[in-house]
């Protein structure tokens, strides 16, 4: 029999600034269900991250995180099986984010896109605290602090991904003498690093566009359709998918962002073909009836998600308890983790416990 222990292990996470949406399920959450039986899966509330952009809203933050557990829950996510934990409560990885901020230049972190991106898309202008870029390096420490071969992302995370491979790389090279030249990726652990050069596995949407047609389907830009949203709202919601098209008989691109979701939630190969097909050729064929036809797909996806949420709901213990015993076993591994990395540093004056609750 395989333990989890024996097999590959995932890292992956969400930061608590609202409920998943269907971004997240065709960027990450999808992948994370498929390799659930097969890898050993860490989850993260990523909590920290999210005072980095919401410091002056501790509540928001706290119902968000116990809201995304539950979305957790709802998508299929088994906490017996994958370890669903908090943040701040792993101290493992605010030690890790300061030993890897060392290892990180400033203009490097600064040229990230993902970074850029976001300041602008988010409008932080030059008002942004010093603690959001650390939530840069932190989360490189949230991936590393478990060591794991794939992180499922969608491809805006991507960048960080790479500046976490350099980071793992550069810490082997500098503490534990592994040459970078001589050494693949898959070679640097059996070479004496730490750290495995993690690798990303983006979704089967790499980046969902949101209802406003414009940016990327996000939390923060009112733009999303919840995973948690009721029937009603989500066909009122791609009801406002905007295309500019007017007429069923206006020839239209089928690669706007309306068939993004006809591509992303109808599974029906040759009904898309054939409503790509008329679109294209303006063949009769209405906006409004092409979003009748994906609020239905949608919803058809989403439903064995209400029941299952409908169990969850309004049982804040249950959620708490799953954070408490995930925490408990991400404590584990992330300390050993730490332990290795002061080792190599020189750090290992005499060996620290933690007692976890
Ligand atoms: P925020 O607006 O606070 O940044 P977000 O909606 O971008 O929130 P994150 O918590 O930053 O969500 O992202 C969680 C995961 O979901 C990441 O792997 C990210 O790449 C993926 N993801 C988020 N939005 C999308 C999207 N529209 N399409 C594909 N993947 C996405
Ligand atoms: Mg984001």
């Known amino acids: ?39 050993d899966c ?10 980095t952009t919401r410091a002056d809203k501790p509540d928001e933050i706290r119902s968000d995180t116990i809201e995304i557990v539950r979305d957790y829950l709802a998508a299929g996510i088994d906490p017996q099986r994958s370890t669903i934990f908090l943040q701040t409560e792993v101290p493992a990885i605010a ?6 901020a060392m290892l990180l230049g400033y203009g490097r972190l600064m040229r990230n896109p993902t970074i850029k991106t976001e300041i602008e898309v988010k409008g932080l202008g030059d008002q942004y605290s010093f603690g959001f870029l650390m ?62 050069i993690p690798e990303a596995l983006v979704g089967r949407i790499a980046r969902l566009v949101g209802t406003d047609g414009k940016n990327k389907m996000s939390k923060s830009l009112n733009n999303a359709i919840f995973l948690s949203d009721t029937p009603k709202v ?17 020839p239209g691109n089928p690669d706007n962002a309306l068939f993004e979701y006809v591509t992303a939630f109808i599974h029906d190969e040759a009904r898309v073909a054939e409503l790509r097909d008329r679109y294209a050729r303006g063949d009769n064929i209405g906006d409004g009836e092409i979003k009748a036809e994906v609020g239905d ?6 439903d064995p998600m ?36 002061k080792q190599a540093m020189r750090l290992d004056y005499f060996p620290r416990t933690l007692t976890c609750g």
């Open 1 to 39: 029999m395989t333990t989890a222990q024996d097999k590959p292990r995932i890292l992956t996470g969400d930061t608590p600034t609202g409920r998943l949406h269907l971004g997240h399920w065709v960027g990450s959450l999808e992948n994370r269900l498929n390799l659930q039986d097969d890898y």
């Open 42 to 51: 860490y989850f993260i509330l990523a909590n920290m991250h999210a005072y």
């Open 95 to 100: 030690e890790l984010t300061w030993f890897f």
């Open 135 to 196: 939530y840069a390096v932190g989360q490189i420490a949230d991936i590393l602090a478990f060591r794991p071969k794939y992180v499922p992302v969608g491809v805006d995370q991507v960048p960080h991904i790479e500046m976490t491979r350099e980071i793992a790389r550069r810490f082997n090279q500098v503490y534990c003498d592994v040459d970078p030249n001589k050494v693949s990726d898959e070679e640097q652990t059996q070479a004496g690093g730490v750290f495995p």
């Open 234 to 250: 989500v066909k009122k919601k791609v009801n406002k998918i905007f295309t500019g098209r007017q007429n069923p008989t206006d």
């Open 297 to 302: 797909a949608i919803n058809e996806l989403l």
């Open 306 to 341: 209400r029941e299952r949420r409908a169990q969850y709901e309004g049982n804040d213990d249950i959620i708490i308890d799953i954070l408490r015993d995930g925490t408990r076993r991400a404590n584990e591994l992330a300390e050993d983790t730490l332990a290795s990395a």
